[in-house]
């Protein structure tokens, strides 16, 4: 196991140091004077100069990817184009408004996903697991931008019984909680298909099993043998998928922040990328990519603590 | 829609390639989520090809005294902020849709598939080295990449294939990777070797064969993907650019006037879900009827 987990770690973060040194060549990607990719042909020759100098694109390149990648390291992004605060200080700003929708998402996802189908899987074909079949993929084919458009126009401008724009205050944990409300489900909705979905198809191949027919053989009540013993094998690649899933969940977090207004860090890259504020659309893309590996980080070394298979095979390797 | 609980396929069907097109068509008729998904995808191509037809109106025909109408028998769907007619709009849409996510998805398999047989095939340092660049790629959300590369780019409706391109293309990377790692096993590869085949030949005629077909499902599975990608961008106006009527632009108008009409923001939005529940649904049911094995890889919904 600690092999396994060194290995992973170690893995993590080449990856990360990698994805800073893309992020470091980025403006090198596309072809012409890297300065006027960035702040596009119409820059006033003075910006164009603060630009050049601030960024280092003045440097060589392996020096630019050097120097930006031992700042980030040292948790320095570059300014603001514009009012020269530091990145990392706008990002801070930004970042738990993400986090907070991200996590409170996640959970709903879970808490309605995992109960629907372990339901489903209890009565294969019955009506209401064919109910939750098309419930299931028509969430999970809905674009995470449309289902926002939705619960805006139905609860917050038809009904009204929701607000609308704008994320709230901290200081008043119950206007947030409430604000949080619609993007939260906009959020969910793909996910509490997809778990559904795949804890279903899990539970079916878990209850086909001998020790699921023992435990019924001796006579356990079907409650204990779904719960207790079927849903903890059954949990297991749904863990795994909860990893990669944060991925589409922070891309999707993008538009729902955008719609409901909540100043996170979807709307400040987008915001940045309208302004062609270039260092915040790199910061932000790099916090968002650390947010990621750390994710499928925890849901790989989770999901080897799960299933002490993946353990042997890791030691193997 | 019972993806699930349709029957298994028996084994002579394993083979996706003995399995001939009209076959293959029945089958996925038969069951009721692949008959949906083929009748959306098949309805959204003759839209494609008669949009000038079936559309009342050209898509940017303004008249500017009908604006902001709701439905009535002259504009069935109703009229935006400039009194453009909402459902021709709508139907020169599928165009941008397919336009854009179509070449996407397939640069992005072409893509894939050099970088993967290359990884796969050499072994080695290289594949491990690819395969970090690919993890690299993959350590961003594809949203968030596409996002990033439109910064550089610069909004257009070409910008935006190349984004889809570059942020789906290591999804198949890694697949063609696995299946020519289980494909050269196989021992006729090695007898071809031991005949004194080259590189080429092994690749060519033993290998691309066995992995194409994979790939291609994978393809029509990423196709509603990459729908939602270019809408998503475009709604952000990072993307296509009005006045294109892509069903992103439709949304960002609507929702810009969310509180005067709900039209726009309803009839793209469903057009949106039909097509990319349509296109998912068919995609499944190829993948089950053609390939089983497959039942394990899903695309993620990127939206």
Redesign the interface.
């Known amino acids: 196991m600690g092999r396994y987990v060194v290995q992973r770690i170690a893995l993590s973060a080449i990856v990360v140091l990698l994805s800073m040194a893309f992020l470091g060549v980025f403006a090198h990607l596309v072809p012409g004077d890297p300065v006027t990719v960035i702040l596009g042909p119409r820059a006033s020759e003075a910006l164009s100069q603060t630009v050049r100098a601030e960024m280092d694109l003045d440097k060589p390149v392996p020096v630019q990817v050097w120097n930006f990648v031992v700042g980030a390291l040292q948790g320095d992004l570059g300014n603001d184009f514009v009012s020269g605060l530091p990145v990392t200080t706008l990002l801070a700003a930004s970042l738990p408004h993400t986090v907070i929708l991200a996590v409170a998402s996640l959970g709903l996802a879970v808490l309605l996903g995992v109960p629907l189908g372990v339901y489903a899987a209890t009565r294969p074909n019955g009506w209401i697991d064919r109910i939750t079949r098309v419930i299931s993929v028509s969430l999970i084919t809905l674009p995470a931008f449309v289902g926002g458009l939705f619960l805006l126009l139905i609860f917050a401008i038809g009904l009204g019984v929701l607000p609308a724009i704008g994320a709230g205050n901290f200081s008043d944990p119950v206007d947030y909680a409430r604000r949080l409300i619609l993007p939260t489900v906009a959020l969910a909705a793909t996910w509490i298909g997809y778990i559904a979905r795949l804890v279903r198809t899990s539970m079916l191949e878990v209850l086909g099993q001998n020790y699921i027919r023992t435990a019924r053989a001796v006579g356990l009540r079907d409650r204990v043998i779904f719960y207790k013993y079927a849903l903890k094998n059954a949990i297991i690649p749904t863990v795994a998928v909860l990893g990669v899933g944060l991925g589409s969940l922070l891309g999707g977090a993008v538009f729902v922040e955008v719609i409901f207004s909540r100043p996170g860090l979807g709307t400040l890259i987008v915001d940045s990328i309208t302004s062609r504020n270039f260092p915040i659309v790199r910061g932000a893309t790099l916090v968002i990519a650390l947010f990621f590996v750390l994710a499928n980080l925890l849901a790989d070394l989770s999901y080897g603590f799960l299933d002490p298979r993946i353990r042997v095979q890791g030691q193997s390797a | ?5 349709s029957p298994a396929p028996q084994a002579s069907r394993l083979d996706g390639r003995t399995l001939p097109g009209a076959q293959v068509l029945r089958e996925v008729a038969r069951r009721p ?1 692949g008959l949906f998904g083929l009748v959306v995808v098949v309805g959204l191509l003759v839209i494609v090809i008669f949009a000038p037809q079936l559309a009342p109106y050209e898509a940017s025909a303004q008249r500017i005294t009908d604006r902001l109408q709701g439905p009535s028998a002259s504009h069935l769907l109703g009229t935006d902020e400039l009194g453009r007619d909402l459902l021709s709009r709508l139907l020169f849409g599928t165009r941008i849709a397919l336009g854009v996510a179509f070449p996407a998805v397939l640069v992005a398999l072409v893509g894939g598939l050099i970088v993967g047989i290359i990884a796969g095939y050499l072994g080695g340092w290289v594949d491990k080295a690819l395969v ?2 690919m ?3 993959q ?7 596409a ?8 909004p257009s409706l070409q910008n935006v294939v190349i984004v889809i391109a570059v942020s789906f293309a290591p999804g198949y990377a890694r697949v063609a990777r696995a299946l020519v790692l289980s494909t050269k096993q196989n021992l006729y590869v090695d007898a071809e070797r031991a005949l004194g085949a080259g590189d080429g030949r092994i690749i060519g005629v033993h290998i691309l064969p066995n992995i194409v077909a994979p790939l291609f499902i994978l393809l029509a599975m990423d196709l ?1 993907a990459a729908i ?1 990608v270019e ?2 961008l475009s ?4 993307g296509v650019q009005p006045p294109t009527p892509s069903w992103g632009v439709i ?1 960002a108008d ?2 810009d006037r ?2 005067v009409t ?1 039209w726009p ?2 009839t793209a ?1 469903l057009t ?2 039909i097509t ?2 349509g296109f ?2 068919l995609g499944e049911t190829l993948r089950d009827v053609i390939d089983p094995r497959l039942a394990g890889i899903r695309r ?4």
């Open positions: 829609m019972a993806v699930e609980a989520a970090v660049v993890d690299t790629v350590a961003f959300p594809a949203v968030i990449l996002l990033a590369l439109l910064a550089l780019l610069g509603p939602t809408a998503g709604f952000l106006g990072v949304l609507g929702f969310i509180r709900p923001v309803l939005g949106l879900m990319t529940l998912t649904m993620w919904n990127r939206g």
